[in-house]
């Protein structure tokens, strides 16, 4: 079965400094993987996702991440944070049958000023 | 462009109480779509899942029950509110390939009383 653990519940960093957001995952096939970022009392916005194509995937507000199939890591990185960057982060999986999604419990991000 | 609507936003119901959540999508034919609950602590559950009109998959045995009347429209109902049906509940859809990315409308908060 898919799985999806974010390693950390919750990170803080200072404004303008780099982020880095850590997801391993567990599949028996290819998997496609996402990043969801959801603002207080919202619903989830996709960041990017990785479907097999590059490995290094760019996303929206200047986040990114690596798909290393060696680590089965896809950790979501940022090169300096904004205040608006607050926010919780989920990492996910695809399903094996393509059309449910396996999500991680969620990563806390805490920008201070 | 494809957009999602869910309304209301924040339902204040007694318990006892019947309950009814609709969730709309413009700008697509045909997609899937899906009821989530997130309670507080406990990350993103399916509820419901729907590949066509008047076909529903409930992921887990509950007090809700799930319609698709129309193409594009989802609604999420129960006869009698329990109190722990209370949370945030989200709507969602995706195209009917497989392994694409689902997006999110902006939630309903539920308060039972």
């Known amino acids: 079965a898919q799985s999806v653990t974010q390693l950390d519940s919750h990170v803080s960093v200072s404004e303008g400094t780099p982020v880095l957001l850590r997801c391993n995952y567990s599949?028996?096939?290819?998997?496609?993987l996402f990043w969801y970022v959801q603002h207080p009392n919202k619903g989830l916005q996709l960041l990017l996702k990785?479907?097999?194509?590059?490995?290094l995937v760019k996303g929206i507000n200047g986040f990114e991440a690596e798909f290393k199939k060696s680590e089965t890591s896809f950790h979501l990185t940022k090169p300096s944070a904004h205040m608006s960057d607050a926010a919780e982060y989920f990492c996910?999986?695809?399903?094996?049958?393509?059309?449910?999604?396996?999500f991680g419990a969620g990563t806390i991000l805490r920008v201070k000023s | 462009s494809q957009t999602i609507h869910q309304w209301p936003a924040t339902l204040v119901q007694p318990v006892g109480s019947p309950l009814s959540l609709e969730c709309t999508v413009e700008?697509?034919?045909?997609?899937?779509l899906y009821w989530y609950r997130q309670a507080a602590g406990r990350g993103l559950q399916l509820l419901f899942y729907?590949?066509?009109?008047?076909?529903i998959s409930s992921e887990v045995p509950q007090n809700l029950s799930a319609s698709r009347p129309q193409d594009r429209q989802f609604i999420l109902s129960s006869k009698k509110l329990l109190l722990s049906d209370s949370g945030f509940y989200l709507c969602?859809?995706?195209?009917?390939?497989?392994?694409?990315?689902?997006?999110f409308g902006d939630g309903t908060r539920l308060s039972i009383l």
């Open positions: 969602a859809w995706s195209a009917s390939v497989a392994y694409q990315p689902q997006h």
């Open positions: 599949s028996s096939y290819s998997p496609s």
């Open positions: 990785y479907t097999s194509a590059a490995t």
């Open positions: 996910v999986v695809s399903r094996l049958d393509g059309n449910k999604l396996v």
């Open positions: 700008g697509t034919s045909n997609p899937n």
């Open positions: 729907s590949v066509g009109i008047g076909q």
